[in-house]
């Protein structure tokens, strides 16, 4: 397949909290099809598994991260008591601690290592504070880069870098397909989690309000985006091969029982996507 595929390839990986794990299955997919990036570019969750894929652009990755995604100390990032997460949200303005998702990325990447130290280029995006823009790191430490673009409001606390606050970068660019674009990507493989698929209608609960406004806002510049992008530019977004209706329920960011599911499906999928792109080409 990599006679198929002209480059520079970048791997633009979204985000999406637990439902991220359906970008392992994706990331098999493209590694067992011989394509491998020139640059991947992350946002929130698809920044933590970004990040990997720079450091270790093969298929062993995957199976880093299937291990990982199953690892106890996964389940530590959001894995509080409610009344631990009730006391630190009314004493504070988030529910959990960075500290678990740290020393994650720290066991993963090394502590001091730099964006420079990655074997691929790489770039993730957060929403700075101060100046309401979006912000995409590529230099400096990775491990605190990659926490600002995973900051989720409310989950886990603004991120501080150099005197500047960074929160989730999924509020400014969830699926970054123009910094590809902007980075002289001419094959671009999106990993995106599936809610992009999904048909929207109006709120019929509290929660849901916030969530439809984001959903909007994220397929809104995604799909500008994508209608947008320059004719010598080829764009494949790969599928997730289904969700499930607790996927959209308040608390999906700790359900993490389905995460072998997630993956399982999501490869076969874009396995098939892959396959069938090989035969039209």
Known sequence: MNGMVSGPVAFVLGGGGVLGAVEVGMLRALFRAGI???????TSIGAVNGVLVAAEPAES??????SLWASPEA??????????????FAARTHLHSPRPLRRLLERELGEGTRFDD??????????????AAEHWFESGPVVDAVLASSAVPGLLPPAEIDGEHFVDGGIVNSIPVGEAVAAGAKQIFVLQVG?????????????????????????????????GLPDEVDVHVLPTG??????DTPWAYRDRAAVGRRISRAYTASRRYLESYVESS
């Open 118 to 131: 990655l074997k691929v280029p790489f770039r993730c995006c957060a929403a700075s504070i101060e100046r």
């Open 75 to 88: 389940d530590e990032v959001y894995g509080d008591s409610v009344a631990r997460q009730l006391r630190r």
């Open 36 to 42: 491998r990036p020139d640059l991947v570019l992350g």
């Open 195 to 227: 809610r992009i698929e999904r048909p929207l209608s109006p709120p019929r609960r509290p929660w849901e309000v916030a969530q439809v406004a984001f959903e909007i806002a994220r397929r809104h510049r995604f799909a500008r985006e994508m209608a």
């Open 61 to 66: 990755v995957t199976d880093r991260l299937v």
């Open 242 to 247: 289904g969700g499930e209706s607790r996927d």
